[in-house]
């Protein structure tokens, strides 16, 4: 079977189904397709009173479609777990031999500018992680940056096992942070009826900031559960071949 | 029918999706299958980021002082929103292939499908 | 605190497992054991669950949920109405009675990978009910990568072909679950909405349009893949050998039919069997008889019973199919009895195969050479489930194939009722090299023989068991537990 055939076969197919029906499609732009009318303008109108925040994507994103972002944060983790499935991993009680050679990847000029970025990555990473109310950002964009800094420290060190986290806990992380998240869908449960309805947080402030502190509650957890899989899958990708037992 | 200007965007997005799905079916190199793989995952989130555009709107972020914003002045967050999921998923999906082939690698020491179905079949005839 | 309502129950059959998943590998870390319980009792207790809410689903209709306290379609929702109740019952049941069996601690097994496994495990099933019981478009596609990733991360713990098997099933699912998206992206353009129920309201205005036949073109095509319809089954035979056998039962029984689900909500509710869904229907019944052929057939050919039995799973999602685009009330009740009866008959089909493999260290036909007379049982087990798929009574096999029968022969569509017949005669005969190998050939003396854990033993049984229960009370399971099409027929 040439694949070759079989792929030009499946791009003349789906070619012709894009080509054709592309132009049924509204026009990019139109602000009266149906997409722009129907259910989006409730939350651009809508965010700043129901929320304080005006981050639109942010509340759809962690408000109004809250439990698609819970899901989201259950697949990073599952990936996390998935690269620990897949790469195999030393038994714990064997972590406490000893600490292996590291083969350092950086010279003394990257050694001395990641000493002097690392410290502002991890701080602008908290930064975007607490605007991310305001200003483009959020959980996802925080906990990212948090893993670059991380890694980058890897790069350049070397195979360190243990700088900011090691693989343990990096686990635990990422555990922890879809763990945060259900947590704060689980005490609303609990107050309320309603999974993740911010507004049924038992603290004593207005609904609108009940939610925005909710928000933020719940990006937190999505920066520690991305930040961990992160670290996690790049701890997997570079054990060295002693280190693990596929 | 929009014509063909107004929806340039979705020409982009048809290329791409053709040069995904060839890559992946007919790259015998695993790893370029997973490359492909992603540029047909980006190829969809820029269709969808192209669904919420308007014309003459802004960031959707109201700016300070903003107390009622109009739905025609902010660009539609809602795809901007699915598509973060979409990023995230795609992500994750890549990093788990990614572990996938370096396990095959350290295994078999190829990554070339037909190699690899080579060594596979002799050690199952071995 | 509040006092829970009705509605109040509903995602927990979601949430638990996911809460549990979570959970998990930090209580692995602790003890290994104390994980495994905990993942055992959180299936049990989500499978009471869902047998608990089934029959509010049945008489007060259907049950919703909405999350953040946001109404649909500006917030996400959960429907429990008689057919998600079916399915959220079956994979329950599934991932209960396969978790002893897929957990069973391996010597060589790391300790960190027992614990992913297990969390992989409950996410999987998470997954999968929150699939079926979600009401919104985009969420599927969320549960429906929760439910690949682990699905490919499970598979490539069976083993180095394991992992090469997962890569391409990574790769294929992936396409498929990103046309669902892609395709979506054409209906959102067309509507502006993702929530089914809203988009079956505004579908209507639209179905002419071009663009609503690219969308559900696309969201077809990633689901045909994702339950692996011929020609698109590329990826399962390699899945299925190489997946670990303690697995299979739950993922052989339940993945391709949850999608198989997702096609009938998408056509049957979010359509309404309208427009381009009218002639999709048309189409899929004659892609779904082929696969039901061209299965058969490839099945005749394997000497790995594993690979046998995925081919023959190629076949039997094709008869789901096939009775969805047949579409009368008796088509319809035998697609869903089937996806019940065969859940039940693949999934103690590989349980057996899995015991056996255990026992003998292979899957080759001839490696089973005798093995009825150790296990006999177990072998009683694997030939019911056969008989069962061929479709001989009293096994459950029978019924469903009865309806969908009926049902072919309601719409005089006698291609498919030949298509039928045909297949049943190619299933009797690789079945029956099996069944002849189990019972009347010699073991081999190479034969090896390994104790058999009976946990590994315990889910063929149990299932065994139900495809004859569901057999003989097939009345009773039709009116109590499929959802009854004829009397919410929209036309």
Known sequence: MNTRFLSLLAVLFMGSMLFYTAPSLPPVGDPESPASL??????????????ETPNLVTTVVTDYRGYDTMGETVVIMTAGLACL?????????????????????GSPILDTAARLLVPYILLFALYVLFHGHH?????????????????????????????????????????????????????????????????????????????????????IGVTVAVAGTLILIFDCLHAAPGEETA | MSSFFEIANYWAVAALLLI??????????????????????????????????KTGASTPVVPHGVLNPSAADFVNPLPHALMLTAIVVGVATTGVALALLVSIYRRYGTLEEPELLEKMREEAAG | MHIPSLGWWLPWLVLAPLGGAMVSPILAARSLKASRWFGALVLLGNFLLAVGLTPFAWNQGPLHYKFGGWAPPWGIEYVLDPVSAMMATLVAFFALIAYPGATLPREDQPQSNAASFQALYLLLSAGLIGIVLTGDLFNLYVFLEISSLSAYALVASGGDRGKVAAFRYLIIGSVAATFWVLGLGYLYALTGTLNMADMATRLPGVLGSRAAVAGLSFMVIGLLIKMALFPLHGWQPDAYSYAPAGAMPFISGVMAKVSAYALYRLLYDVFLKAGPAAN???????????????????????????????????????????????????ALTGAFLHIANHALMKGCAFAALGAFTARTGSSDVRALAGVAKIMPWTAAAFTIAALGIIGLPPMAGFFSKYYLLRGAVTAQA?????TFAISSLLSAIYFFRVIESLYLKEPEQTQQTHAVPGTLLMPAMVLAGLIIVFGVFNQRVIENFVPVIIAEEKS
């Open chain 1, 38 to 51: 129907h259910v989006s303008p409730y939350y651009i109108e809508n965010s700043l009173s129901d929320m």
């Open chain 1, 85 to 105: 499935l897949i790469l195999g991993f030393w038994t714990p009680k064997r972590r406490s031999a000893k600490k292996t050679h590291y083969q350092s990847f």
């Open chain 1, 135 to 219: 200003s483009p950002g959020g959980g996802f964009q925080g906990g990212t940056l948090l893993a670059a800094g991380v890694i980058l420290v890897r790069l350049v060190r070397g195979r360190d096992p243990g700088w900011g986290v090691d693989r343990d806990q990096a686990t635990t992380l990422a555990c922890l942070g879809a763990l945060i998240y259900y947590g704060v869908g689980f005490v609303t449960m609990f107050f309320g009826n309603s999974f993740l309805n911010y507004s049924k947080l038992p603290i004593p402030v207005g609904e609108a900031a009940r939610r925005s502190l909710g928000i933020l509650g719940v990006e």
């Open chain 2, 20 to 53: 995904g799905l060839h890559g992946m079916l007919a790259r015998p190199n695993l790893m370029r299958k997973l490359m492909a793989m992603n540029i047909f995952q980006v190829a969809v989130i820029i269709f969808y980021l192209s669904l919420s555009e």
């Open chain 3, 280 to 330: 999709a229907l048309e189409l899929l019944s004659w892609a779904a008889a082929l696969s039901i052929l061209a299965g058969s057939v490839l099945a005749l050919g394997q000497r790995d019973v594993r690979r046998m039995l995925a081919y023959s799973s190629v076949a039997q999602i094709g008869y789901v199919i096939l009775g969805m685009g047949i579409g009368n009330s008796f």
């Open chain 3, 414 to 418: 006698w291609p498919f009722v030949a």
